[in-house]
């Protein structure tokens, strides 16, 4: 299963890379496979502040409707749009085009609380 080494993981399965004070958020291939086809994403608005652990978006697949959860607090400040178009980029690049919005941290220390590559590896077996 693919972990890029860059990311943070939350127990849910969603990732974040961080830049200065934004993360770009996504789910992560391991999530995407056990989903299947991914049909639509439901992004949280441009705006809207999110808080870890609660739900910040939505993915349907030919499965089932998934919440998605914030891995950290902070502001929606950008939503993936290209997903409108195609959400099958969610399979496709779950690490790449398919991330789902992008948050301006309000509180950088939660990092903290989330898993590094490899507990993540471990929590996936």
Same mark, same amino acid.
């Given at each position: 299963?693919?972990?890029? $080494?860059?990311?943070?993981? +939350? $127990? ?42 609660? +739900? +910040? ?39 790449? $085009? ?10 950088? +220390?939660?990092? $903290? ?13």
């Amino acid at each position: 299963m693919n972990v890029p $080494e860059d990311l943070k993981y +939350a $127990e849910t399965h969603e990732w974040i890379r961080v830049d200065g004070d934004t993360g770009i958020v996504g789910i992560t291939d391991h999530a995407q496979n056990e989903l299947t086809d991914i049909v639509y994403v439901d992004p949280p608005k441009v705006g809207t502040t999110v808080s870890a652990g609660q +739900a +910040a978006a939505v993915v349907e697949s030919v499965k089932a409707a998934s919440d998605i959860y914030a891995p950290v607090d902070g502001e929606v400040i950008e939503v993936n749009d290209a997903l409108g178009g195609n959400p099958a980029f969610v399979n496709t690049a779950p690490f790449g $085009e398919g991330w789902l919005f992008k948050v301006r941290l309000s509180n950088p +220390a939660q990092l $903290e609380n989330l898993k590094s590559p490899d507990a993540y590896r471990a929590q996936i077996g």
